[in-house]
C-alpha cells in the first residue's frame, strides 16, 4: 500500500526541485577528477570511432609533443588545418617565437602569438575539455602540462535558414529559427541591433548538456521576471533536453490545465517583438521553437501578420478568429442542447427540419455527437501524421466517405454532420495549435454538460471555465489580462482590435513596463 501511495505522490505533486530519472553513477564521471592529460582524454572519448586524435611533434628548444581532439562531423576541418596545423606545422617553422617555445611556456605562446583563430581559451578542467570536445570544438594539447588549448572548430552539417511551415504569412518575413542555436541567435541580432538585448547561456541535462540562451532587453524585461526564468531553469535536474517542449513543461505555473502557458514560435520577428514588449525569450540547441514568457490567453488568438496590415483589415480578422474560437468551443454543445431540451427557442420550420433529419437515428443527440465527433478527432490525428500527399487524401476522402455513409445508414443526422463539420473548419481559425488542441479537450465535457442540464450545464461549464482561466497564472501574470485585471489602455490598443502604429504609443501593459511618456502622449 505504501508503494501505491508513494507512486500516486510522485506522479501527482510536484516537487520544488525539477528533477527526474537520476542519471546513475558512470564510469567517465570517476575519471573527470584528475589532472588533465592526452592520455586521459583518449580513455575518455578514445572507444569512440568518430574522435579524431591527431598527434605531431613542434620543435622549438626542444621538441613538443602536441595532440589534436576533435569529433568528426562537428568540427569545420578547413579551420583546423589552415589556421591551425598548417600554421604550427609550416608557416611559423623557423621562426623566432616558435624556435624559444618550450614545453612550460608552449601553450601560452602560441595562444598569443601563433594560433591565428578567434575563439582560444587555455582550460585545466576535464570537464570543460570533454564538453568543449563533445560540443564541437577542438581541443590542442603542448606537452603534458595539465592545461588544454579550446579552439572554436564548429562546423557540422545544419538546415539552413527556411520558412517555417507552422507560422506561414501572406505578408511578413520568411525567415524562421533553425536548429542551429547560433544560427537562430543571429537571425534575432539582425532584428534587434542594439546593445541593450542580453543573451544568456546554460547548460541543461546531465548527459545531453543541451545549450539554452535567455535572451531579453534590459530595461524593457522587469528584473523580477528575469530573475524568475532563471531561477526555474536552474531547478531543472533531467539527464537530457532534446527539445523546447521539455523547458516549457517544467517551468510553467500550472501542470495540470490544458490551456498553454508559455507561447512558443519559430519566427524571429515573433520573438522579436515579444522582447520589445518587455517579455522573455528561451531558445534551445537542437530546436528551431522559441519560447516566450508571459504569456496571456489573448496572445494565443494573434499572429505576426495582425501588424503587417492595416488596423481596419486586423479588427475584422480578429473578429472573425474569436468567432471561430468560440463556435469550435461551444458549436456541438449549443446544437445538443437545442435538439434535446429547448426545440421552442428556434423556428419552427427549422425545429421540424431538425426532427426530419433525426427521424431514424437510433442514438441520442449526446451520443451522436460525441461519436461523429471522435471521429473527426481520430481522421485529423491520422492524416496529421502520414505523409502530406497521403494525410491530405485520408483526411478529404475519410470525411466525405464516412460523413455520407453515416447520414445514409441513418446512423447520425445531416445537421449533426454539418455542425461538426463548421466546428472542425472554426478549429483552424485558431493560430496557436496547443489553444486549439485545449479548446477540442474541453469540448467533450461541455457536450456532456449540455446533454444532460441543457443550457444550464453549458452555462455550468463556462462558469467553471471562468473561474480555472481567472486562477491562472504565467510567471505571476494573471492569464486573462488584460481583460482582468481590467486594463481598458491595453484593451483598446491592443487585444480585441488593434490600433494603427500611429496610435500606439506606449507597450502594453501586459508585462508591465515602467516607460517615460514622450511629449504629447
Same mark, same amino acid.
Given at each position: 500500500?505504501?508503494?501505491?501511495? /508513494?507512486?500516486?505522490?510522485?506522479?501527482?505533486?510536484?516537487?520544488?526541485?525539477?528533477?527526474?530519472?537520476?542519471?546513475?553513477?558512470?564510469?567517465?564521471?570517476?575519471?573527470?577528477?584528475?589532472?588533465?592529460?592526452?592520455?586521459?582524454?583518449h580513455?575518455?572519448?578514445?572507444?569512440?570511432?568518430?574522435?579524431?586524435?591527431?598527434?605531431?611533434?613542434?620543435?622549438?628548444?626542444?621538441? *613538443?609533443?602536441?595532440?589534436?581532439?576533435?569529433?568528426? $562531423?562537428?568540427?569545420? @576541418?578547413?579551420?583546423?588545418?589552415?589556421?591551425?596545423? /598548417?600554421?604550427?606545422?609550416?608557416?611559423?617553422?623557423?621562426?623566432k617565437?616558435?624556435?624559444?617555445?618550450?614545453?612550460?611556456?608552449?601553450?601560452?605562446?602560441?595562444? @598569443?602569438?601563433?594560433?591565428?583563430?578567434?575563439?582560444?581559451?587555455?582550460?585545466n578542467?576535464?570537464?570543460d575539455a570533454?564538453?568543449?570536445?563533445?560540443?564541437?570544438?577542438?581541443?590542442?594539447?603542448?606537452?603534458?602540462?595539465?592545461?588544454?588549448?579550446?579552439?572554436?572548430? /564548429? !562546423?557540422?552539417?545544419?538546415?539552413?535558414?527556411?520558412?517555417?511551415?507552422?507560422?506561414?504569412?501572406?505578408?511578413?518575413?520568411?525567415?524562421?529559427?533553425?536548429?542551429?542555436?547560433?544560427?537562430?541567435?543571429?537571425?534575432?541580432?539582425?532584428?534587434?541591433?542594439h546593445p541593450?538585448l542580453? &543573451?544568456?547561456?546554460?547548460?541543461?541535462?546531465?548527459?545531453?548538456?543541451?545549450?539554452?540562451?535567455?535572451?531579453?532587453?534590459?530595461?524593457?524585461?522587469?528584473?523580477?521576471?528575469?530573475?524568475?526564468?532563471?531561477?526555474?531553469?536552474?531547478?531543472i535536474?533531467?539527464?537530457?533536453?532534446?527539445?523546447s517542449?521539455?523547458?516549457?513543461?517544467?517551468i510553467?505555473?500550472?501542470?495540470?490545465?490544458p490551456f498553454?502557458?508559455?507561447?512558443?514560435?519559430?519566427?524571429?520577428?515573433?520573438?522579436?517583438?515579444?522582447?520589445?514588449?518587455?517579455?522573455?525569450?528561451? &531558445?534551445?540547441?537542437?530546436?528551431p521553437? +522559441?519560447?516566450?514568457?508571459?504569456?496571456?490567453?489573448?496572445?494565443?488568438?494573434?499572429?505576426?501578420?495582425?501588424?503587417?496590415? @492595416?488596423?481596419?483589415?486586423?479588427?475584422?480578422?480578429?473578429?472573425? /478568429?474569436?468567432? !471561430?474560437?468560440?463556435?469550435?468551443?461551444?458549436?456541438?454543445?449549443?446544437?445538443?442542447?437545442v435538439?434535446?431540451?429547448?426545440?421552442?427557442i428556434?423556428?419552427t420550420?427549422?425545429?421540424?427540419?431538425?426532427?426530419?433529419?433525426?427521424s !431514424?437515428?437510433?442514438?441520442?443527440?449526446?451520443?451522436? +455527437?460525441?461519436?461523429?465527433?471522435?471521429?473527426?478527432?481520430?481522421?485529423?490525428? +491520422?492524416?496529421?501524421?502520414?505523409?502530406?500527399?497521403? !494525410?491530405?487524401?485520408? $483526411?478529404i476522402? $475519410?470525411?466525405?466517405?464516412?460523413?455520407?455513409?453515416?447520414?445514409?445508414?441513418?446512423?447520425?443526422?445531416?445537421?449533426?454532420? *454539418?455542425?461538426? +463539420?463548421?466546428?472542425?473548419?472554426?478549429?483552424?481559425?485558431?493560430?496557436?495549435?496547443?489553444l486549439?488542441?485545449?479548446?477540442?479537450?474541453?469540448?467533450?465535457?461541455?457536450?456532456?454538460?449540455?446533454?444532460?442540464? $441543457?443550457?444550464?450545464?453549458?452555462?455550468?461549464?463556462?462558469?467553471?471555465?471562468?473561474?480555472?482561466?481567472?486562477?491562472?497564472?504565467?510567471?505571476?501574470?494573471?492569464?486573462?489580462?488584460?481583460?482582468?485585471?481590467?486594463?481598458?489602455?491595453?484593451?483598446?490598443?491592443d487585444?480585441?482590435?488593434?490600433?494603427?502604429?500611429?496610435?500606439?504609443?506606449?507597450?502594453?501593459?501586459?508585462?508591465?513596463?515602467?516607460e517615460?511618456?514622450?511629449?504629447?502622449?
Amino acid at each position: 500500500m505504501r508503494s501505491w501511495t /508513494r507512486m500516486l505522490k510522485e506522479l501527482t505533486s510536484r516537487p520544488h526541485t525539477r528533477q527526474i530519472r537520476k542519471v546513475p553513477p558512470l564510469p567517465v564521471d570517476s575519471e573527470l577528477p584528475k589532472p588533465l592529460s592526452p592520455k586521459l582524454m583518449h580513455s575518455l572519448l578514445g572507444e569512440s570511432t568518430d574522435i579524431i586524435f591527431r598527434e605531431f611533434s613542434l620543435r622549438g628548444q626542444e621538441e *613538443i609533443p602536441c595532440t589534436l581532439v576533435a569529433v568528426d $562531423g562537428l568540427i569545420d @576541418k578547413l579551420i583546423l588545418d589552415s589556421f591551425i596545423l /598548417r600554421v604550427l606545422m609550416v608557416d611559423f617553422a623557423g621562426e623566432k617565437e616558435l624556435e624559444q617555445m618550450t614545453v612550460d611556456n608552449a601553450l601560452k605562446t602560441v595562444y @598569443k602569438f601563433l594560433a591565428p583563430a578567434i575563439e582560444l581559451k587555455i582550460i585545466n578542467k576535464t570537464g570543460d575539455a570533454v564538453d568543449a570536445v563533445l560540443s564541437g570544438d577542438a581541443l590542442l594539447f603542448l606537452g603534458d602540462t595539465g592545461e588544454a588549448l579550446i579552439i572554436g572548430s /564548429r !562546423g557540422w552539417a545544419n538546415r539552413g535558414v527556411a520558412e517555417p511551415e507552422t507560422e506561414s504569412v501572406v505578408r511578413g518575413p520568411r525567415e524562421g529559427f533553425s536548429e542551429t542555436l547560433r544560427t537562430s541567435t543571429s537571425l534575432l541580432r539582425r532584428k534587434i541591433k542594439h546593445p541593450s538585448l542580453r &543573451m544568456k547561456s546554460l547548460k541543461i541535462g546531465e548527459l545531453t548538456k543541451t545549450d539554452i540562451v535567455v535572451t531579453y532587453i534590459e530595461g524593457l524585461a522587469k528584473p523580477d521576471i528575469v530573475q524568475e526564468v532563471m531561477r526555474r531553469l536552474g531547478r531543472i535536474k533531467i539527464d537530457g533536453i532534446l527539445e523546447s517542449a521539455y523547458i516549457e513543461e517544467m517551468i510553467e505555473d500550472v501542470p495540470y490545465t490544458p490551456f498553454p502557458q508559455v507561447r512558443h514560435t519559430e519566427r524571429p520577428d515573433v520573438l522579436a517583438a515579444a522582447l520589445l514588449e518587455g517579455k522573455v525569450g528561451i &531558445m534551445v540547441d537542437g530546436t528551431p521553437i +522559441a519560447l516566450i514568457v508571459p504569456a496571456v490567453l489573448a496572445q494565443f488568438l494573434q499572429v505576426s501578420e495582425d501588424y503587417y496590415e @492595416k488596423a481596419v483589415i486586423v479588427i475584422l480578422v480578429r473578429f472573425i /478568429r474569436y468567432v !471561430g474560437a468560440a463556435a469550435a468551443l461551444l458549436a456541438p454543445s449549443i446544437y445538443i442542447a437545442v435538439a434535446t431540451y429547448h426545440q421552442e427557442i428556434i423556428p419552427t420550420t427549422l425545429a421540424l427540419s431538425i426532427a426530419a433529419g433525426r427521424s !431514424g437515428v437510433p442514438v441520442t443527440a449526446l451520443l451522436e +455527437a460525441i461519436l461523429m465527433t471522435l471521429a473527426l478527432e481520430i481522421v485529423q490525428e +491520422a492524416g496529421l501524421r502520414l505523409p502530406k500527399p497521403i !494525410g491530405q487524401t485520408i $483526411g478529404i476522402v $475519410g470525411a466525405i466517405v464516412i460523413g455520407d455513409a453515416a447520414v445514409k445508414a441513418s446512423l447520425v443526422s445531416p445537421q449533426m454532420v *454539418i455542425i461538426v +463539420a463548421l466546428t472542425a473548419i472554426a478549429t483552424y481559425s485558431i493560430a496557436y495549435y496547443d489553444l486549439a488542441i485545449a479548446l477540442r479537450l474541453i469540448r467533450f465535457p461541455l457536450m456532456l454538460l449540455a446533454g444532460t442540464l $441543457g443550457f444550464f450545464g453549458i452555462g455550468l461549464g463556462l462558469y467553471g471555465l471562468l473561474i480555472h482561466l481567472l486562477s491562472l497564472r504565467s510567471f505571476g501574470h494573471p492569464y486573462l489580462s488584460p481583460v482582468a485585471p481590467l486594463r481598458i489602455r491595453t484593451l483598446l490598443q491592443d487585444t480585441f482590435v488593434r490600433a494603427p502604429w500611429w496610435a500606439l504609443k506606449r507597450r502594453p501593459q501586459i508585462a508591465d513596463v515602467d516607460e517615460p511618456r514622450g511629449g504629447g502622449q
